[in-house]
């Protein structure tokens, strides 16, 4: 198998990846002549050897998504986009000169450059290729100027706020309109330089702290909005999210404990294909990322109604 035939494989720690004489990087062990991955996530091949993005934290697109992204090469019938993903988008040709596009009578360089910026939905995407993208529905298509910035794809719901609280404090108070990809591509536009740059500092702080107490009151602090202090709970940290804590970091531990467990495995030898111990390990780790993010979601939940951690 060639390099260019792994590029974004989607593997499960216990994966086979290829053969050969290649060096392993990062998340992957060399057994014999065979590379392994000991982490979910992408697995890529480069000049230097063979490594697995792992997936927690990175977007994995989802069809109807709505995205920002990067123009960042094209080829004659489509856009390569940059979508703060390990997949690139494809926004096709025909998407934005309609069915009688003709690569040689229309410039594609001349509705999108590289370097434009554009909100888009996906389409289509089922991880063996890479998400296409459309720009034909309303408030979608090229963004003509604004601030970028990424933060993690995790952090959007809290940048949003319940019902658009936090978003609408920070829009409010600094003047300025902010766009916000469900893949963690933010884009401020604003008149005043100020009022984007304070937007930038809160939006910063946002992903920074978005699991400690008090965040909202602090980012009214930084934007000078007036706001009363929250009120305390009697006794202070309560029981319940004392457990909520807890349980998160129990399940951060065993998410390491079951793949370190896998990697011991794989380095007694066991890589003879993918064996259906490996298969419900990954299912376990996978299913204890998906208990990780509703137990943030909740914790995130407390937070917003300013109850101490």
């Not at 590289?114 to 389409?123: E, K, M, P, S």
């Not at 066991?270 to 780790?285: L, R, W």
């Amino acid at each position: 198998m060639g390099m260019q035939e792994i590029k974004r494989k989607f593997v499960v720690p216990g994966d086979k990846i290829t053969d050969g004489n290649f060096r392993p990087l990062m998340n992957v062990i060399k057994v014999n002549n065979t590379i392994i991955a000991t982490r979910i996530g992408i697995a890529e091949a480069g000049r230097d050897g063979i490594k697995v993005i792992p997936l927690s934290g990175v977007y994995i697109p989802r069809v109807n998504d709505i995205v920002i992204g990067k123009i960042t090469d094209h080829s004659s019938l489509s856009w390569e986009v940059d979508i703060n993903s390990c997949f690139s988008g494809h926004l096709p040709a025909q998407d934005v000169f309609g069915r009688d596009f003709s690569p040689a009578k229309d410039d594609m360089g001349r509705q999108l450059a590289i370097g434009d910026l554009i909100t888009a939905r996906i389409i289509v995407f089922d991880r063996t290729r890479d998400p296409m993208l459309t720009i034909q529905d309303k408030d979608l298509g090229r963004i003509p100027r604004g601030e970028f910035l990424k933060i993690s794809a995790t952090r959007v719901p809290r940048l949003i706020g319940k019902r658009g609280s936090m978003i609408q404090t920070i829009e409010q108070a600094t003047q300025t309109r902010v766009l916000i990809g469900q893949n963690g591509i933010v884009v401020v536009t604003g008149r005043n330089p100020e009022g984007i740059n304070l937007a930038v500092r809160a939006i910063r702080m946002v992903e920074e702290e978005a699991h400690t107490s008090n965040l909202t009151q602090r980012v009214k602090v930084l934007l000078n909005v007036p706001d009363t202090p929250p009120q305390q709970t009697e006794g202070g940290t309560s029981v319940t999210q004392i457990e909520k804590g807890e349980k998160a970091e129990e399940i951060q531990s065993t998410i390491q404990e079951v793949e370190e467990e896998i990697e011991e495995e794989l380095e007694k030898g066991q890589t003879e294909g993918t064996s259906a111990t490996q298969i419900e390990k990954g299912q376990k780790v996978e299913e204890i990322q998906s208990t990780i993010q509703e137990v943030e979601e909740e914790i995130e939940e407390e937070v917003e109604k300013g109850e101490k951690l």
